[in-house]
């Protein structure tokens, strides 16, 4: 396994919830902003949201009031809960995790699919 192990995708109806978790490790948690992008298919992966370490988040427009990233120290775990889905939304997410003088560090990505 990577230093980020995402979880949590899956299939759902339009206006249904979903919520993605990331796993790290200690270093990368404590050292590291945390996030989430997305790629549609046949679209670039684009910024979801951001968390950094005391906790200020960031939003991709499109996703404000719907989506919430949030952080659990004691799992190192990183979750971005998704609500009121749109088929737009459908994509494989990832979980980034970004430093101003590290490599930046990627996950697998978990497929999420927005269909009725």
């Known amino acids: 396994q990577g230093e980020l192990v995402e979880s949590g995708g899956g299939l759902v109806q339009p206006g249904g919830s979903l919520r993605l978790s990331c796993a790290t490790t200690?270093?990368?948690?404590?050292?590291?902003?945390m996030g989430w992008y997305r790629q549609g298919p046949g679209k670039r992966r684009d910024l979801v949201a951001t968390i950094d370490k005391t906790g200020n988040t960031n939003y991709e427009d499109s996703v404000k009031g719907r989506f919430t990233i949030s952080r659990d120290q004691s799992k190192r775990t990183v979750y971005l809960q998704m609500n009121s889905l749109k088929p737009e939304d459908t994509g494989v997410y990832f979980c980034?995790?970004?430093?101003?003088?590290?490599?930046?560090?990627w996950g697998q990505g978990t497929q999420v699919t927005v269909t009725a």
């Open positions: 200690v270093r990368i948690f404590s050292l590291f902003e």
């Open positions: 980034n995790a970004n430093h101003s003088f590290l490599p930046p560090r």
